[in-house]
């Protein structure tokens, strides 16, 4: 069964950025498309935009912490939501030292899925003006510097989301260099990425496995930290021109599948052949996936996709 509504979402250069509509087109979902759920859940949806204090209308990144509060990344700041109103940060003037690293985060745009928690409940936010160590219980922000951040001028110094290998180290990447960071002392240690692109970075994933994959502005790579080199896979850049796919993101399911999202259909790993391949016949936009479960214990995923940002919900998938 598929089931279609429309969001709204829009593009600003790479990034995706939602719209504060989407609580309310997820209402519509649920009560319009799958009343059976509805019923049984009895949802309710509160609808927040900058009326009610979030810094931008345009979010970028969601991340409920340890402590139950909601950390919402924008196009404009950052936000912490405790259930009643916003707390927003945003970037500070670099030339009051009194308030350097203090006060601010870096930079006001909050790339793509770009707020983490470490184990420790220590956020790590990647912004326009390089990587934050966020102590949400001091409220400090600390820049992690890097060398392509020494002007501290222009809004070109986009770094990725960071990731945490099983090992405990940071990984993430500036346009220029993949860093694997030690998240105590702060020390970055700088490997060679495959290409340079221009506005773009090498986001990292680490599948159930352990294996280390990259995606560098839509093309897929498997990194080996001991050796430090990068193993190409497939998708779209300037060293492969006749690839058409560009991908977006890796997901994986809880069963162990691992998928890759991409502007010609939903992707998976074929271990056994160590290639991808196209998954399910589905061979169109594919924006993201999140797994879910019905009440009764059947599994599903929803998915979003399409031209006009259309999300569409395969029901079921049985185990």
């Known amino acids: 069964m ?3 509504v429309f969001l709204g979402m829009k593009r600003r250069g790479n990034e995706k950025v939602l719209s504060a509509g989407l609580l309310r087109v997820i209402a519509l979902l649920i009560t319009g498309f799958y009343p059976a759920l509805s019923q049984t859940l009895n949802p309710s949806f509160e609808h927040y935009t900058a009326d009610q204090g979030l810094s931008s209308d345009y979010v970028t990144a969601i991340l409920k912490d340890r402590r139950g509060f909601m950390w919402f990344g924008t196009t404009n700041g950052l936000n912490r939501f405790d259930g009643l109103s916003f707390r927003v940060f945003r970037r500070v003037d670099r030339s009051d030292s009194s308030r350097h690293q203090r006060s601010g985060i870096a930079g006001n745009y909050v790339v793509t899925n770009g707020i983490t928690e470490d184990k420790d409940g220590i956020l790590w936010v990647s912004t326009n003006r390089g990587l934050n160590r966020l102590d949400p219980l001091t409220e400090q922000f600390q820049l992690i510097p890097i060398p392509p951040l020494n002007d501290q001028l222009a809004d070109n110094d986009y770094v990725s989301p960071l990731r ?44 159930k496995k352990g294996r280390f994959w990259l995606n560098h502005s839509g093309a897929l790579y498997r990194f080996d930290p001991a050796t430090g080199q990068c193993r190409y896979y497939d998708g779209f850049n300037r060293d492969h021109p006749d690839v058409k796919r560009n991908y977006l993101m890796f997901r994986q399911l809880p069963d162990g599948t691992l998928l890759v999202t ?3 259909g939903l992707v998976e790993y074929d271990s056994l052949a160590d290639r991808f391949k196209l998954y399910a016949d589905i061979d169109t936009f594919v ?5 879910d479960q019905l009440p009764d214990g059947r599994s599903f995923f929803w998915m979003g996709g399409g031209q006009r940002a259309c999300l569409r919900i395969c029901l079921p998938v049985s185990n």
């Not at 180290?169 to 970055?188: A, D, E, H, I, V």
């Not at 924006?287 to 797994?291: C, G, Q, R």
């Open 287 to 291: 924006s993201d996936i999140l797994p």
């Open 2 to 4: 598929w089931a279609v």
């Open 262 to 264: 991409s502007d010609q």
């Open 164 to 207: 945490f290998a099983p090992d405990g180290f940071g990984w993430f990447s500036s346009k220029y260099r993949l860093y694997r960071l030690n998240p105590k002392t702060l020390q970055l240690t700088a490997y060679r990425l495959p290409i340079i692109i221009d506005n773009g970075y090498a986001e990292p994933f680490f599948d």
